[in-house]
């Protein structure tokens, strides 16, 4: 207790002190100085400038982070997302399109701020507020395939469609890179595809888009003459409504070797070939030929490869030399010249034209000229050896004639067989080892030219090659005369005496859209497609017709054909319905089978609707019971608008318990005398009063369309 008394006494005196009196013993009170408080307001601006800088150098990051953030969801696509700051925090917001996208947009904001910054305020849509996706394809063909790219709708078509290419593509097959979506298919969808599909087949270097209301076409052909008909048939075949745009370029082709053969005979002054390049040179070229003699419709091939920009002065110069010495021919092939006089010129004239020649061509050209010797008796005594090959009109060869060796006959023999066919070609040769030096290879161009020709025949003498006969296409002759001096050069004369024969011709020979229907039809007639009784499987027997049908169909790939079922009116209407619809595309997949294009071939179902006899009789509903083909599109003329207000499109779940038959029209059911009906193009069209079917249920009507 004493001890803590005296420790307090200093506490206590010091409580005693007046107010502002300095302790006992202590030092006087001195006021701060002026440096004191300098360094205090140093420290307090310095907190605050560094407390300015955090915040802004957070509101710096902030900003870049928005910005980079922001930038790369746009450029992926994800404008939908928003993107906000708060501090070195990042929000992601927005209504995604699907839960992918989200993630996407996630992952792609986490690569540019880091994952841990990120807070995911983002939605996803409801799948049942999104709309339907932009379905569409993108066709590639050329040499090495077909390629497909694009958006469609899930389900069978798409595999219907790579199988209907296939045909198409050859060897080198069909490339599927298509993405699929099930949503509904869009109206229009199937005609478009259809559409495109023609089209890719006459157009084999191609890029064809296809949307459900538009085709786009690009592509690439061999002449302006065959742009202009492939355009005016893709026009005339678009269906209705639909947009067609198309590009095709018809780019000039390359000549080689770049030929004119003018010759001047008994017949007159005519072109074997004729080449220029561009159309100032080509109608220079005809107005010499005007002036030399010619006088009927000359086709100048118009192309690249000219060897000098003087060709038509060349040409010119050389087809008034040959109307001067009055017959024989002139041949360029290239910067190459043969002229060949006939017997009948005189020498004088001979030696004068082709000094003019010779002294007034372009540098560039080579002058070969031969005056064709006359006759004497001694060549009238010894028959020149002579090579034939023939060439029927059904693909029969014979080869006739001497050969020089054993080795020179297998070669031609070899050659033939595998250019005819090997049953195709009767070999009757001899060897004769004094043939003429070359011998081998101008028979070997014989036949090569033979080749060109529908049907005709090729000789070869020691002084001349001759091809006649009759070809199926007009470029025949220029053909021929571009592969012999390509071949021989100016070693050899030849002539020519082709014929196009229009009828031959593979193009101008097709079947119109209405003959096909009628074909197809009057091979129904003659052989219905039967059915197994109340399903869509078709009868074994009905093989025969379908093969018939098939073969029809070669020709006829590219038009626009509706193929119809109808049925008797056993069974409810709407399970008649369906299985008529079922059983055409019954038709369809067996054609498709038999590898033809059914692209163009749509399958509709009419039931009941449209009868063609009295169903209260067994032959009346045995002639309902059938399948017909009709015209659709452009060419189905105003029956197409009638046939498509016949029914509405329904369907039902169960097969209707009606007979097993279904085909062509048959005898009708009156009784009368029997005779088979003519093969009908288009159904009757229905009246207000023709009963119409239910409608059905959603997402049936493209059921089992290929």
Known sequence: MRLRSIRLRPWLAALRQPAGAAPQGAAPHRRPSSRAIASAAAFVLAAGLGLLAAIWAVRAVESQSIAAVGATLSASGHDWAGVAGDGLLITLSGTAPTEAARFRALTLAGAEVGAGRLIDAMAVADPADLAPPDFSIEILRNDDGISLIGLVPEGPAREALITDLGGLAGQGGVTDMM????????????????????????????KISIAADRVAITAITDSAAEKARIETDLARRAPKGLVLKLDISAPRPVIAPFTLRFLVDESGARFDACSAESEASRDRILSAAAQAGVTRKTLCTIGLGVPTPDWSAAVAMGLA???DLGAGSI???????????????????????????????????ALRAVLTPKPDSADAVTAAPEFTASLSATGQVAL???????????????????????AQVHAATRLDPEMPRGWSLAVLAALEALGELHHGEASVTPGLIRISGTSDSPGAAANVARLLSDKLGDSRDYQLDIRYDEALDPLLGLPTPAECVARINAALVQDKITFDPGSANIATAAAGT???????????????????????????EEMNLALSEDRASAVIAALMARRILTGSLLARGYGETLPVADNE????????????????????????????????DAAGDDAAGEGEAIGGTSAAADGSDGATPEPSVAAAPPTPDTPRPKPRPEGAAGAGQP
């Open 400 to 422: 006739r004639g001497r050969i020089g060796d054993a080795l020179s006959r297998d070669a031609v023999a070899n050659f033939a067989r595998a250019r005819f066919g090997t």
């Open 331 to 365: 041949t360029f092939s290239d910067a190459d010249i043969s002229l060949i006089a006939d017997d009948s010129v005189a020498q004088a004239d001979f030696d004068r034209v082709v000094g003019e020649m010779e002294s007034n061509l372009p540098a560039v050209f």
């Open 321 to 323: 030399a040959l109307h």
């Open 617 to 648: 009789t067994e032959a009346g509903r045995e002639a309902n019971r059938r399948i017909e083909f009709r015209l659709v599109g452009p060419d189905a003329g105003d029956s197409a608008a009638n046939d498509d207000a016949a029914i509405d």
């Open 179 to 206: 993405e699929a979506a099930d949503y509904p298919v869009p109206p229009g969808w199937d005609r478009a595809v259809g559409f495109g599909i023609a089209a890719l087949q006459s157009l084999p270097r191609s």
């Open 546 to 572: 379908l093969d018939r049908i098939a073969a029809l169909m070669k020709d006829c790939t590219d038009v626009a054909m509706e193929v119809g079922g109808h049925t008797d009116s056993q069974g409810r």
